[in-house]
């Protein structure tokens, strides 16, 4: 397995690919990944047209005072992978940002919880709009969070 590097895509760079050789190059780790993956501890693991899943293993560094892995945490995780899913869609030159989300925390995520998944899958993607939504699940597949994304795209 390649090395994961941290960083950014320049963005001349990121203009030359299409969003979803941009999002597959973070998944296959020919791209480095953002700096906030580094400090949470989360990657990349899948991607493909509309369709992105980040990965953690939640720890005690991830924890809130009440001892459950914090909500910012999972928030973070959702908004990456559904914005992500949104970016693979585009073309070159195309890029998108988040306008707002909505996550619903369903269960607690511990350390003792594992590993755990947010899967984004674009809804709808529009010329200046484009919509997915998100599911945190753990390793057995119970569903632990939940949200939806609206991005504005434009011309990067």
Known sequence: MTTRIYGTVS????KQMSGL??????AGRTLPLNTIAQTLGYDVVEAENGRVVV???????HLNPAGTVHGGLTA????SCMGLAIQSTL????????LEFKISLVRPIT???GLIRAEGK???CGRRIGTADGRVTDAKGRLLAHGTTTCLIFTA
């Open 111 to 113: 350390p003792e919880t």
């Open 21 to 26: 050789e941009f999002v597959q190059g973070l």
């Open 91 to 98: 073309d070159k030159g195309i890029s998108q940002t988040t």
């Open 55 to 61: 990965a953690l293993v939640p720890t005690a560094a």
């Open 11 to 14: 963005p001349e760079q990121q």
């Open 76 to 79: 973070t995780l959702l908004d």
């Open 122 to 124: 674009v809804l709808n």
